[in-house]
C-alpha cells in the first residue's frame, strides 16, 4: 500500500507517468518530483546502469543494522537507508527494497533516460531501461547499460583511458582522439553515469572532440558553428566480435577494398583472355548443309500436380499426401549483446533477441494422371553440299488432326558448315581468319574470301 502524500515534502503522490518510464509500480511527487520506484524496479536499475548487485545486496543488509536516516518509504512506511553505490546515493527502504530518487535525481543518474530533468520539467519521453522496443518482426532490442569507452593516447602510448572521464591524456596531457575510441573488453565496463545531449562535435580545426552543446573548441577556442559529427564505431556483436581498436579497425576496414580491387582486375583479366583473338589461315574443305523437320504424333502423356491445378483434360486420376510447402512457427528466443557507440564517449549495451522458428510441414493432395499431348514421335531429313542447294524434306503422307494417332508438323531445324558468304568460298582455297586465344572458338565473322 502507498502512501498518498510524499515522505519528503508532503506534497501528492501520483503514479508516475509513461514517457517517465521507471514502471507500473513507480510514483513521483508533484511537489518535488521525487520518485518512488519498487525493489524489483531497484534491481533492473541497478543492472542497466552497471552496479554489481550482489554486493547491493551485501550492502543492504548490512545497511539494516546501522542508524538510519529521517526518510520513510512511502511504499510500507519503514525506514530508509543511504546507500553509496558508485559515488550515487540511494535511499533505499530496510524492508521492500523499494528507493527513493529526490527530484532530479533519478534523470541525472541515469543519464536522462528516467525521470525528470529538475523541478517544472515535464517528463523525459524515450525509450526508458527495461522497456523493449521492436526493431523487426520477431526482433527486439532492449538497453541493459550505459558504459564508458576506451581509447589509446597517440603521443605518449597510455592505454585504456576512459571515454568521458578522460577527456585529456593523464600522463602526457594530449587531447582525446574519438577515431581512437573502442570498446572495452567483457568485464572490463566502466558505468557512465552521464547526461545524453548527443553525439561529440569535432572539432574543424584541432579534431578534438566536443560536447554536443559546446559552441567552441575546447582544445583551441575555434567555433564549431559547422562542425561534424565525429565518426561512431561500428556496432559490436557480442556474439562474433571482441574489441578491437580504432586503429586495427582502419587496417581490417582495407580488406574489402583490397578483395574488391582484386576481384575486378581478375574479372577484367578474364573478359581479355576470352575476347583475345589472333589471325589464323584457314583452308576450306568442303561445304555441308542439313535440314530436319519433326513429326509430333497425339498421345498419352504421364504427368502429376497439385490437384488443384490439374488439367482439365486429365485420366486415369491417382491421388497421394505429400508434402506442398511449409509453415514457420514461433519456437522460443535467441538473445545476445551488441555494443552501441553513442558519440560522446560512452556506448549503450543492449540485449538483442530475435525469434527462433521451426519448421513445420504443410502437406496436400498430389494427382498423378494421364493427359493427350503432341510430342514428339520422328523427323525426315535431307542433306547435301555445295553441289545442291539447300532444300526442306518431303513429308510423309500423316494422319491429321488433333485425335489420339493423329499427326502434325513440329519444329525445323537446319545447319551449314559455313554460314557467311558460304559459297563464295572455294574448296582447298586457304583465307584468313581470326580464332579466340584461350578457346580455340572460331570467329566466324572475321572469314573473308
Known amino acids: 500500500m502507498v502512501a498518498k502524500n510524499c515522505t519528503a515534502c508532503g506534497g501528492e503522490l501520483r503514479p508516475s507517468e509513461p514517457g517517465e518510464g521507471v514502471g507500473r509500480e513507480s510514483f513521483t511527487c508533484n511537489k518535488c518530483h521525487g520518485v518512488s520506484v519498487s525493489g524489483e524496479t531497484t534491481r533492473r536499475l541497478l543492472s542497466a546502469l552497471g552496479f554489481d548487485t550482489q554486493h547491493f545486496v551485501q550492502t543492504l543488509e548490512k545497511a539494516k543494522r546501522s542508524s538510519t536516516r529521517p526518510l520513510a518509504c512511502p511504499r510500507c512506511a519503514q525506514p530508509c537507508v543511504a546507500i553509496d553505490a558508485k559515488g550515487v546515493e540511494l535511499d533505499v527502504c530496510k524492508e521492500c527494497g523499494g528507493t527513493w530518487f529526490d527530484g532530479g535525481e533519478l534523470f541525472r543518474v541515469t543519464g536522462g533516460k528516467l525521470g525528470m530533468r529538475d523541478e517544472g520539467a515535464g517528463p523525459k519521453v524515450g525509450s526508458a531501461i527495461g522497456t523493449k522496443a521492436a526493431i523487426a518482426p520477431g526482433t527486439s532490442e ?4 550505459v558504459f564508458e569507452m576506451w581509447w589509446d593516447c597517440g603521443y605518449c602510448g597510455t592505454k585504456a583511458l576512459l571515454g568521458v572521464t578522460n577527456r585529456h591524456c593523464p600522463n602526457c596531457g594530449a587531447a582525446q582522439d574519438a577515431e581512437r575510441r573502442y570498446f572495452p573488453p567483457p568485464g572490463k565496463e566502466t558505468a557512465a553515469n552521464v547526461q545524453f545531449d548527443g553525439a561529440d562535435k569535432s572539432c574543424p580545426n584541432c579534431q578534438t572532440p566536443n560536447g554536443a552543446k559546446a559552441s567552441c573548441c575546447r582544445q583551441c577556442g575555434a567555433p564549431l558553428d559547422e562542425a561534424a559529427r ?5 556496432d559490436q556483436d557480442r556474439r562474433k566480435a571482441m574489441p578491437v581498436p580504432a586503429s ?3 587496417k581490417l576496414g582495407m580488406l574489402p577494398k583490397l578483395m574488391m580491387g ?9 573478359v581479355v583472355c576470352v575476347s583475345w583473338k589472333k589471325e ?4 576450306v574443305n568442303g561445304h555441308h548443309w542439313s535440314r530436319k523437320i519433326d513429326i509430333e504424333v497425339m498421345g498419352p502423356k504421364s504427368e502429376s500436380a497439385w490437384c488443384d491445378s490439374m488439367p ?7 491421388r497421394h499426401r505429400e508434402q506442398r510447402s511449409s509453415r514457420q512457427i514461433p519456437d522460443g528466443q535467441e538473445c545476445h549483446t551488441k555494443n552501441v557507440d553513442r558519440g560522446n564517449g ?8 530475435e525469434t527462433k522458428y521451426r519448421s513445420e510441414p504443410i502437406y496436400d493432395d498430389k494427382c498423378s494422371y494421364t493427359v493427350d499431348r503432341w510430342q514428339y514421335a520422328r523427323s525426315v531429313d535431307a542433306a547435301g553440299d555445295l553441289a545442291q542447294a539447300p532444300r526442306w524434306p518431303s513429308l510423309p503422307s500423316m494422319r491429321m488432326g488433333s485425335c ?8 525445323h531445324h537446319e545447319s551449314y558448315v559455313v554460314e557467311t558468304d558460304w559459297r563464295g568460298l572455294a574448296d582447298g582455297k586457304s583465307y584468313p581468319m581470326k580464332v579466340r586465344v584461350m578457346t580455340s572458338g572460331a570467329d566466324c565473322g572475321s572469314l573473308h574470301p
Open 142 to 145: 532492449e538497453v541493459i547499460g
Open 248 to 250: 586495427a579497425q582502419k
Open 312 to 318: 482439365s483434360d486429365a485420366y486415369s486420376v491417382s
Open 262 to 270: 582484386f576481384g575486378a582486375a581478375l574479372l577484367m583479366l578474364i
Open 404 to 411: 489420339r494417332g493423329c499427326e502434325r508438323e513440329g519444329p
Open 230 to 234: 565525429v565518426r561512431l564505431q561500428a
Open 280 to 283: 589464323v589461315t584457314v583452308t
Open 346 to 353: 560512452t556506448f549503450e549495451r543492449r540485449e538483442v533477441c
